[in-house]
């Protein structure tokens, strides 16, 4: 009971009673977990896209676990996967990638202090952005006089570059699927909402989860528990129909002796 | 309801359970001082804190920019003082050369002071910064403010002001920009008129190595390029001090932003303490009583486990 209660919080199952009294274990979606004595294993691997899969594999047969229907734990930790972690991690590197981009467009109009360079739309990239990693970092090897911050070349102290990168912060980032349009200096705060308030909802999820559960094994006890009061009533009181017994019986035995003792 | 023996063990351990949650959730509080430990834990002030903070970063950033360009403005201020000085010498001078006692000798000495004054205002105007960019050029950093023509290889007039009247702007504020750069683009008007006298005050010879020739101040020639350059030595000093007096107010505006910022910030940071900082004395009072109540239930549970009737059989 106990094993099956801590394998039905990793996932959702069903049990089936067998007629010699042993236990069939299965996953809800019907792939068997437990047969009489055989049991199944189950694996998780990563695909190329860096999603995992899980797969069950019983005797000689193997199955691929469609995600959304396993509940428990394992269901829990799918879902998070998916529906939160997924979102959160697309939609910072989205963020850093618009981040890269818009700066990087406004610097290719500009440039910098270096007088060789006055060929228009040469202005180097501060940003990278590598969408393998999903990282952004500084473009190697660059020195302040590639910092494209002029609108012409023939007047390096120019800053009118320098000012509209300032001024992306008040522009909106249309890339971020998660959030729609949003300003530049506010779509992290959001992301941090968005975490924060399915957060909460999960922990009060689990809070009334908690609370059903403790009343389900409450009135489970109550029905097939053992209160150790009721039994030493009942335990007094089979004593004494068992102590008024054996007092009938020994009566009953001194008449039949008494009466055989009148006849002999 | 039927209550089994074994329920008793499960409310116990049931009631530890949250009743240590609570007591690590306030101990967590009282030890960072903050009400939230997680942004999950009231997702609505977590927000309002995170968009306080990228408020103060800002304000930090044009803080460190007003005193950046506060530096500036005083080397500005400085250099043209001292160019000032140099046109008020200038002027002296000329008012003692236009006295028509001073003799040809006399006249002739002045020339070189004259010359020397000028280039000092020609090196002071062409001044470059630690990163050996020109201060005075507007935006062309990298050309001279005034060129003169160079000549057998000496730099001599007609002087040119080859920089631009552009301004450089720092972002001081939101939206707000300050312009941060001085040009002198009236100053080569200048230099030439010095050089106009300089030359006037000492002829060159009319043959290389010969006496050089006689100069008169009452000659009405000297005496208009005199006149000229006084004129223009007195409108110098007047174009000058109006740039020092922009700079002083720039300065002042300065000053203003910086009060400005400084007070935003201040009540930002009053607000984020309002939202975010804990309440000591309620929390040291929540964890007194999840205490007691951690407590009662041991001892009740104590007392409770110890009722049996087989005691009593």
């Known amino acids: ?264 | 309801m039927r209550i089994s023996s074994t329920q008793y063990q499960n409310t116990m351990s049931s009631a530890l359970q949250s009743a240590q949650s609570n007591v690590e959730m306030t101990l967590e509080q009282m030890a960072s001082g903050q009400k939230l430990r997680l942004p999950s834990d009231d997702p609505g002030t977590a927000v309002r804190l995170g968009r306080l903070s990228r408020e103060e970063a800002s304000l930090d950033q044009y803080l460190s920019n007003i005193s950046a360009m506060r530096t500036r403005l005083q080397q500005n201020e400085t250099l043209m003082d001292g160019m000032v000085n140099d046109v008020m010498q200038a002027r002296d001078l000329m008012v003692w050369a236009s006295d028509g006692a001073n003799t040809s000798d006399d006249v002739k000495a002045m020339s070189s002071t004259v010359a020397n004054l000028r280039d000092s205002l020609l090196y002071s105007a062409n001044t470059k910064d630690q990163e050996g960019r020109y201060v005075f050029s507007g935006t062309a950093t990298a050309t001279k403010a005034i060129t003169g023509v160079v000549v057998n290889g000496v730099e001599g007039a007609p002087y040119t002001f080859t920089g631009n009247t552009d301004e450089q702007k720092v972002v001081v504020g939101a939206d707000v920009t300050q312009t941060t750069n001085v040009n002198l683009h009236d100053i080569a008007a200048l230099l030439n008129q010095l050089d106009a006298v300089a030359k006037a005050l000492s002829p060159a010879p009319a043959t290389p190595g010969g006496p050089s020739p006689e100069v008169s101040v009452n000659d009405p020639a000297t005496r208009a390029t005199l006149k000229a350059g006084l004129d223009g030595l007195d409108s110098a000093l007047d174009y000058l001090n109006g740039k020092i007096a922009t700079q002083g107010g720039a300065q002042n505006t300065l000053d203003t932003l910086q009060s400005n910022h400084e007070n935003v910030s201040l009540s930002n940071k009053q607000a984020a303490l309002t939202l975010g900082a804990l309440d000591y004395g309620d929390a040291a009072i929540k964890l007194q009583s999840y205490s007691t109540a951690l407590e009662a239930t041991q001892k009740a549970y104590a007392k409770v486990s110890g009722l049996s009737l087989f005691d009593v059989l």
């Open chain 1, 1 to 264: 009971d106990r094993k099956i209660d801590s394998l039905s919080s990793l996932v959702n199952v069903q049990v089936t009673d067998q007629a010699d009294g042993s236990r069939n274990v299965t996953l809800r979606t019907g792939q068997p977990l437990v047969m009489g004595s055989t049991a199944a294993t189950v694996s998780v691997t990563t695909n190329p896209d860096s999603s995992q899969t899980l797969k069950l594999k019983f005797a000689t047969e193997t199955f691929t676990l469609t995600t959304g229907s396993l509940g428990g734990q394992i269901g829990g930790l799918d879902d998070y996967e998916r529906n939160t972690l997924d979102v959160m991690s697309t939609s910072i590197s989205q963020v850093a990638q618009g981040i890269t981009d818009s700066v990087n467009t406004a610097l290719a109009a500009g440039y910098g202090t270096d007088p060789t360079v006055t060929t228009p739309g040469s202005g180097k990239p501060l940003f990278q952005y590598n969408p393998t990693t999903r990282q952004m970092s500084i473009t190697p090897n660059l020195v302040t006089k590639d910092l494209a911050f002029s609108s012409n070349p023939a007047t390096p102290g120019d800053s009118s570059v320098l000012q509209t990168i300032i001024g992306l912060q008040k522009q909106p980032l249309t890339n971020v699927t998660a959030l729609g349009s949003v300003l530049l200096g506010d779509a992290y705060t959001q992301l941090m909402g968005r975490v924060a308030t399915s957060s909460q909802q999960n922990n009060a999820s689990l809070g009334t989860a908690e609370t059903v559960r403790t009343q389900t094994q409450a009135d489970w006890k109550s029905t097939s528990g053992v209160n150790q009061d009721e039994e030493a009533v009942n335990l007094i009181q089979y004593q004494q129909m068992y102590n008024a017994n054996m007092k009938v019986i020994a009566v009953a035995n001194q008449l039949f002796d008494s009466t055989l003792a009148i006849l002999t």
